[in-house]
């Protein structure tokens, strides 16, 4: 589920994490989809960093430096205004893709 | 601003490089802190860690990649993905680029002209600082008389100089004497250098105290002059000339201009006025101003002096009719008919490209069409409606840049072609030179630009609005929507509405120059050549000599004609004191028998001419008779007039039974204190136009013959049965052999003189026809366009209405309909926009109303007919859908 093709589901992951989440980093985010799908979902961990500095530079996401509880440094993502938006978008596209693909398997 | 934000991040990379590691790099040691949490060993931590987060070098360049360059990369990808879809439909490509380029093309074209010839700036320095003082009589422009400008020039304070071009004209004197055609004029001192600014190419100006009578035997000469009669000789100066057959010496050569090419002011030779030096010659005024004096501080001190001026003037006399202006000095020597023409020329240019960006948005819009799924696939992956219009729009500007580079191309073609048909322009002012240079390419690259993003929008505001569920869930039977069709309609009228505006443009233009073709000048002027006869070396100063006996001048003047006659290809020689379109002088005289009008004294154009005259001109007899070989110096004085004299001096009486009274002329000069001489009127003729413009009317015109005069300088007109420039040189021998004290001057083709005034009116008709054109053949191309892309959605429909039991006729008659509900509607809205171009344009037009309907309805016919034609092309297509298949094609 992390190959680039599929960015757009990525996308989604990320952004429906951070609203769920708050302000959360990399590593973060990672293991809350992973929880959160009951490790269905396996990202290649590294390919969330693209996804989020694209979407940085979307300005769908905010990211600033800070320390982790264990006291290292970590750049924390935040939802915006804008992504919140994207993500309202990108949800509906796939409630849609996900309606569609399960008609079809029914209809078979 | 997320490309500024990706533009910086290039700039920061070394520092970016840090950030991104030290993510990635807590990313990882978070993992292994788990790892070693949920009890693995340091190393199995490790490992798994780098596992799961996969290759790390790649990883990192990813991120790089979207911080740096992705917006940069997103744009040349666009660019890239745009060129391959082109590629991908080359017969839309195709159609899009050629559009634009016949949009772009005659912008780039006219807007060259307009440039050169308006908006550039002079090639001098401090060009802004350059004026020209024009007198105001009654509001008209008007000569400045020397003593004026010797006035403004002594006691104005605004001009660092002040200069005085008198329109006094000279001319070279050819080794032999004779008058040569080259002009120049007199002119203040140092003009050229100081005022203009302009260096010399070789010696020196003149200088101030070269101005006066006894030192002014100096001359500057053009680059031109030098290279053309000189042959460039690097030792001209000190060499003497003959101007006006007296000797000057050459001082200095002027720089070269871009186009010069002879014909103008090709020497000027020094005139110093100051007040009280009482010239009686007049010219223009060109000053420089002082630096940081405004036109308006100029304009108000010479405004002053000249009412000051003015109350001495006659007298005090109409003082309040004169006025002086100040003006920049720029090209506004051209015809003002011309100059008109050349902004509407511009306007009607703007109105192909807004058609030619109507019918690419149309082509745009339809093809998006086919793309809807695509686009909305790309959606449902998470492409962003700012990235789907992001990417419609690239693919817009590319071909919006491809067209335009076309264009350009095109655009210098139809300048080259246009400078062909106006060489007036280049001659006019030599300071505009017409070409390619940044500012016209700017703008050309502007309108392009301008174009791409006019034409590019509808369609990707469409495709980005699109609704990702009911596209995905319709299918591609009726993706079509309403929202679309719609605005193609809207297009495809405006299309039609803006073509009919320049058809009716283009109408008139050809209606106005059908009527100056189809003038009546009352004279043939095909295979016609006139010239002047002139005594040799007219000085300045020479005395008039005292003219032979008439007897003698007619005498002389047979053997002429009888030399003229014999000279190969000339099929007709005759003599007149002025030939027809040059001009016409008021003489008084009067009806014998009738009382005199000392008030409003009867006056009419009067001039002697020899009796072969009629016959050389092709002029008609209308009654009576032409003045003959046996009206000579013995026989009864006759006389012939023109239609117009009769309706306004004979319209009761039978003119052949008048005599008028003149002043007797002996040897070409009248004596008003002797009495005057009875004429009988023998014929009248048809009017000859006299005026010098093709469009004057022709005053009432008296015709007297030489042979009973003697009338010594006179003009000749010879008809040719060979090409008339042919035979020039013969002429002139044949003249130097009869009379070596005479020489020719102005040769002129008839026909040529009657074309050149056709010039202006020539240039606005092509150029408007073949901009109207193109706007046809875009409308069509759009109409048909939009018909066949209704047809293609319609054909479900279509089989059903045929399976419901339409006939196929009744089909093609629906699909026709449609499309020319669109294209009347366009019409009618044109029509509006045809009155009012009209309103603008009459006045530039010859014989043509301001509503001009007999245009208007040619071409609103016109334009109908190729609506139609282009309706049926595709409509003929939907007859032969078959129902089947139609239906079938779910």
Known sequence: MARNDLQGSLDLLVLKTLLQRGKLHGYGIVAHIQRASDELLQVEEG???????????????????????????????????????????????????VKGVRAMLRYA | MALVRRVVNLFRRSRMDGEIEAELQSHI????????????????ARRDAMVRFG????????????????????????????LRQLRRSPGFALTAILTLALGIG????????????FLAPLPYPNADRLVVVWTHFKGERNATRANDYADYAAQSRSFERLDFESWNVLNLTNPDHSQDETGGLPVSPGFQSKTMGEPMALGRDTLPDEGVPGNDHVVTISHWLWQARYHSDPKILGKSILINDEPYTIVGVEKGGPNEQGGGVEFMVPLKLWPGAHSQQSGNVVGRL??????????????TIDRRLAAQRNGGKDANLWSVSVEPLKNDWLDHKLERNLWLLLAAVGLVLLIACANVANLLLARGSSRRQELAVRSALGATRGQIFAQLLTESLTLALVGGAIGIAMGWGIMRLAMALLPDLAKQSSEAVVEMNIPVLCFAVGITLAAGILFGCAPGLQASRLNLSDTLKQGSRTAGGRGRTSTQSILVTVEVAL???????????????????????????????????????????????????????VVQQHQLLDRMRAVPGVADAALTTTPPMHGYDKFQFAVAGQPIDKTHPSIADFEGVSPSF??????????????????????????????????????????????LLLPRITSGSTNNSE????????????????DEHLTGTTQPEMFISLWQVGWRYVAFGVRTNVDPAAVTGGLRSAVASVAPGMTINQVEMMQQVVDDQRTSDRFGMTLFGGFAGVALLLAAVGIYGVMSFAVAQRTHEIGVRMALGARRSEVVMLMIRGGMRLALIGIAIGLAGAFALGLLMHTTLYGVAATDFGSLAAVAALLFIAAMVACWLPARRSAAIDPMQALRNE
Do not use: C
């Open chain 1, 47 to 97: 390919s969330i960093y693209p996804a989020l500095h694209r979407m940085e530079q979307s300005g769908w996401v905010k990211a600033e430096w800070a320390l982790t509880e264990t006291g290292r440094k970590a750049k924390y993502y935040k939802l915006t205004a804008a992504g919140g938006k994207q993500l309202q978008a990108a949800e509906e596209g796939f409630e849609q893709l």
């Open chain 2, 29 to 44: 040691e978070m993992r292994i802190e788990e790892n070693l949490a949920a009890g693995m060993s340091a190393d199995e």
């Open chain 2, 55 to 82: 290759n790390h070098v790649v990883m990192k360049e990813r991120v790089t990649a979207a911080d740096a360059s992705l917006g940069l990369g997103n744009l040349w990808r666009n660019v890239r993905f745009a």
């Open chain 2, 106 to 117: 005659p912008n780039v074209a006219i807007f060259s002209i307009i440039w050169a010839t």
């Open chain 2, 290 to 303: 002082k630096p940081g004096v405004s036109i308006a501080q100029a304009q108000a001190e010479l405004s």
């Open chain 2, 499 to 553: 073509a009919l505006i320049l058809l009716s443009g283009a109408g008139m233009a050809l209606h106005s120059f059908w009527n100056l073709s189809h003038i009546d000048l009352g004279f043939t002027a095909d295979h016609v050549v006139t010239a002047l006869l002139q005594p040799r070396g007219m000085g300045p100063r020479g005395g008039k000599p005292t003219p032979p006996p008439p007897e003698q001048i």
């Open chain 2, 614 to 659: 009629f016959s050389t001109f092709g002029i008609r007899l209308i009654r009576g008779r032409f003045l003959g070989e046996q009206d000579t110096l013995g026989t009864p004085m006759v006389i012939v007039v023109n239609e117009a004299f009769v309706r306004r001096y004979l319209s009761n009486v039978d003119p052949l039974t008048q005599r």
């Open chain 2, 675 to 690: 009495q005057p001489v009875e004429y009988q009127v023998v014929g009248v003729f048809h009017d000859v136009l006299d």
